[in-house]
């Protein structure tokens, strides 16, 4: 059995790939994660804005 890892997509990316990855790993849509990760970062004080590089750095690109 193949075990599921969060890795950045190289087919669906914006920017880097972090909101399509996390699309892929979680069977959902990327755009409702894009749409989602735009109303946390504008809701949360642009938080979201400091969050992005990092997973960016962080996620393994596939």
Same mark, same amino acid.
């Given at each position: &059995?193949?075990?599921? %890892?969060? #890795? %950045?997509?190289?087919?669906? %990316?914006? +920017? =880097?790939?972090? @909101?399509?990855?996390?699309?892929?790993?979680?069977?959902?849509? /990327? #755009?409702?994660? %894009?749409?989602? *990760?735009?109303? $946390?970062? $504008?809701? #949360?004080?642009? @938080? =979201?804005? +400091?969050? *992005? /590089?990092?997973?960016?750095?962080? &996620? /393994?690109?596939?």
């Amino acid at each position: &059995m193949e075990t599921k %890892r969060l #890795t %950045r997509s190289v087919k669906d %990316r914006m +920017i =880097g790939g972090v @909101c399509g990855g996390i699309g892929e790993y979680l069977d959902v849509d /990327p #755009t409702a994660i %894009r749409v989602a *990760y735009a109303l $946390l970062t $504008l809701f #949360t004080a642009f @938080c =979201g804005i +400091i969050l *992005y /590089p990092i997973l960016w750095i962080i &996620m /393994p690109e596939r």
